[in-house]
């Protein structure tokens, strides 16, 4: 029976993939997967899925429950931000500053503004949103292969400023904050070298990339129509446009022990936005509503992925798969980064896996007497590992935005992301050694 609950695990897998990458919302495809680990492994179906303990719906509610506040309060900010033209100001203002004399530089500009955005708490579909006018023309006037978009978009929105840089206000730096009791500041000093090694990795994939692209004679030959940046709408200034995401930040570091400060710093942003923006935007009863609702598919798309994640380390057959990670040799952290990583790949979602990981693993790693700050930095770090797979839901999302296969485009961010949270995480671990 062993061996048919391990199966079934695996099956369980595939056909979580297999139904993603066929167009199946995450949401359906979980519970259905959920059914095939509770038939192999003689798990009682009604208990597990419905039931008030571990089951897959506590799972589902309990990530909302501390979640959902933050999905919904950072699409309203980012729809002040989208909405007003804030994020075209800062996104020209950045292209002017870097110029556009050379391709290396408008991969650089670009994964500059998409840095700025996701670290003042944009999220990442609406600085796709706010690249893709941008990015089609710079691509075309310099000739660039549109396939390597993917490198300035996940460099800036899914290395450093995802994982690893202090006070980074991502899904993935809050979620281990409710376990742990940390700050999204955690272990500063291993983070900042972690970010380190993250954007020099980025800097030479990308460099190597475009270089290797050029000499191999690679153009711009989409078919996709340009999207036509109307440049005369009237839009707020620079300082008025980083003002929201500055306050953010700066509620972040000023009030970092404080309890759900990142819920603090985005209602502070949306304050500000609705003040500062007021002019730009007619209708703000209407922008607060479509903001909230379009928070609710992705969270609950998250929560999906945790809620299979729950059944699936309930079943005898994640047990024995657990048992053997944890018979690595060496830190239990090795056995954390390796359990995480897996999970992330399995699910297809690395905030996902950082949730499932915080309510399952982490405890027990607690009472092993490891810093809470060290179990947060490296939960995150592993977390991203192998997030870049064909059934998450943003890269979903990206390749149909950007009409790039991700046959064409899928190598470059699965390198970039993967390759370096490797090297992140070895630099994550070299240094817990020095340092605690």
């Not at 597990?48 to 089951?55: H, R």
């Not at 809620?307 to 053997?324: K, Y």
């Not at 040799?329 to 999970?343: D, K, Q, R, W």
Request: charge should be neutral.
């Amino acid at each position: 029976m062993e061996i048919l609950a391990i199966l079934g695990v695996l099956l369980a897998v595939v056909a979580i993939i297999y139904l993603t990458s066929k167009n199946l919302h995450v949401i359906v495809a979980a519970p259905v997967a959920s059914l095939i680990i509770l038939l192999t492994n003689q798990m009682n179906v009604l208990e597990v899925m419905l039931g008030q303990e571990k089951s897959y719906m506590t799972g589902l509610a309990g990530f909302l429950i501390n979640n959902f506040a933050i999905f919904m309060l950072g699409s309203i900010l980012a729809r002040y931000m989208e909405a007003s033209g804030a994020t075209l100001t800062i996104a020209n203002s950045i292209l002017k500053l870097v110029g556009k004399d050379s391709p290396y530089k408008v991969l650089l500009a670009l994964a500059l503004i998409t840095s700025i955005l996701t670290y003042g708490g944009v999220s990442i579909f609406v600085v796709i949103f706010t690249l893709l006018p941008l990015s089609r023309p710079l691509f075309k006037e310099l000739n660039i292969n549109w396939a390597l978009f993917p490198l300035p978009v996940f460099m800036g929105a899914s290395t450093y400023t995802m994982t690893t840089l202090p006070g980074t206000p991502s899904i993935q730096n809050v979620i281990p904050t409710k376990v742990l009791g940390t700050s999204l500041t955690a272990a500063p000093l291993i983070s900042l070298a972690a970010s380190a090694v993250l954007l020099l990795f980025g800097l030479f994939y990308m460099g190597y990339c475009l270089k290797k692209s050029l000499a191999n004679g690679e153009t711009y030959t989409e078919n996709v129509d340009d999207v036509v940046v109307d440049l005369d709408t009237k839009r707020p200034n620079l300082f008025f446009s980083v003002l929201p995401l500055l306050s953010l930040i700066a509620t972040i570091f000023l009030l970092n022990k404080t309890p759900n400060v990142l819920v603090i710093g985005l209602l502070v942003s949306i304050v500000l936005s609705a003040i500062l923006f007021y002019p730009y935007l007619p209708n703000q009863k209407e922008l607060l509503n479509t903001g909230a609702t379009a928070s609710i598919v992705p969270a609950f798309a998250t929560s999906s992925t945790v809620a299979f994640g729950t059944v699936l380390t309930l079943s005898a057959g994640f047990a024995v798969i657990q048992e053997w990670i944890q018979q690595i040799p060496g830190s239990p952290l090795i056995s954390l980064s390796v359990s995480t990583a897996l999970l992330s790949g399995i699910i297809g979602s690395s905030s996902g896996a950082v949730g499932i990981a915080s309510s399952n693993f982490l405890p027990a790693y607690l009472e092993m007497g490891i810093d809470p700050e060290i179990l947060h930095r490296v939960v995150v770090v592993a977390s991203a590992i192998l997030t870049v797979v064909p059934q998450s839901g943003v890269m979903i999302t990206f390749h149909n935005l950007s009409k790039l296969s991700m046959k064409r485009g899928l190598k470059y961010s699965f390198v970039l992301v993967t390759v370096g949270h490797i090297l992140a995480l070895m630099v994550v671990l070299a240094l817990v050694g020095l340092l605690y």
